[in-house]
């Protein structure tokens, strides 16, 4: 763990060991880069912005160091743009700050896991290679072993001729891509990838003996014209009789890899109570909403939401009795609010917003109202809602669009709660 704050290290350290993980912690990035060797370690967190050394540089240098490596780097959200070259040059994830530890938690494990998933995967293909090489050394002896070993791997395993017609199919491969052995050698490689004869061409020229190309994430268009993902790997391996050279490619389906990437990208944006999306996917989404009604021209208007009198309800009730209420005004939201283009979230405790692009204020009021209304028909108790409304003005900052919507809400709650506050700018400007 590398970062220039020790107090940050030492929280980062006591937390990682409580789960079973062992550390090393370090201010230096100089010291931690003399430390890296390839399987010193699983994984290095480090901060981007440190005086010694740049996050950026420490990236890259630790990713030459050991290519095995999981890196995870923590970033302030000012700071998204330095994560994605982070993420770039070889960066696993990244974390915002100010971080939750169980999110650091959580891409430690996966950066962990995806490292041992590479190694095993590369290593199986390794194995296979080689009983490929062997058998083509006796090819008339070994055929009918290396044809059943084949036909029983599960990944699609193709060859193709110099000029890329596919000259050798599995099973798994005509299982995947729903041809018959015949239909695909018919083909050419570039006929089933997605990019067509450009993507091929470019696997082409990248493509050598000594250096064959290792977990290349593509898209095959199936025979009913369905894309499918796949991992794939391709090496040059030279024909024993007239040294003509074949492509190996044995390729992987990743479709529940990618299934399950998107699930678990779902849950670092939603909450898990309400099924909205949480505060920190909340920025991101104003930030591109604004800078689309910015370009196109559109209202747009931003709701801030309050339960009134929570906390006694919370008081003379269980906890659990709590969360239903939440969970029914994130139900709320969504009935009261377009489908597909309103976005609701939670944005802490009880506190909730709505960002509603391409609707004008008297719109955003018919909407919050509707959400009051259907909240209170609920009649849990006397809980009702503190809405504030602002609509966007280009000469206020994203900021002050947070704030000054969020004004409005506390206006509401103090002048008795159970209604609407809408920002006139007239009325409050300065």
Known sequence: IIDDEQSVLDILREHLEGEAFTCATTTSPAAALDQLSPGAFDAVITDLRMPEISGIEVVERARKSDPNLGIIVVTAVVEVTNAVQA??????????KPFDLNEISLAVANSIEKRRLIAQ??????????????????????????????NSAVDAIMATDSKARIR?????????????ESELHELHLWDIL???????????????????IQNYESEFRHKNGETIPVSISLSKLQAASDHTPTVLAICKDITEQKRLEMELKEMT??????????QRCFYDKLRAEVERAKRQKYPLT???????NFKTYNDSHDHLAGDRVLEEIGAVIRECTRQHVDLGFRYGGDEFTVILPEAPEAQARQIAERIRTTFQAKRFDLLTLSIGLMAYN???????????TDSMMYEAKRAGGNQVRVYDVTQYAT
């Not at 050798?168 to 018959?180: D, I, M």
């Not at 931003?302 to 009134?308: E, G, T």
Request: hydrophobic share 35%.
């Open 168 to 180: 050798f199919s599995n099973r798994g491969a005509q299982q995947l891509l729903g041809y018959s």
């Open 194 to 212: 997605i990019g067509g004869r450009e993507e091929y061409d470019y696997l082409h020229r990248v493509t050598h003996i000594d250096t064959p």
């Open 394 to 404: 280009e000469k206020y900052s994203e900021r002050a669009f947070v704030q000054f």
């Open 302 to 308: 931003l709701l801030f939401i309050d339960v009134d």
């Open 269 to 278: 944006i939603r909450d898990s109570l309400t099924g909205l999306y949480n």
């Open 121 to 150: 995967n590369r290593e199986y293909q390794r194995q296979l290679e080689e009983r490929m090489a062997d058998a083509e050394r006796d090819l008339q002896e070994t055929h009918t072993y290396l044809e059943n070993l084949l």
């Open 87 to 96: 993420m770039r040059l070889g960066a696993d994830d990244y974390v915002l």
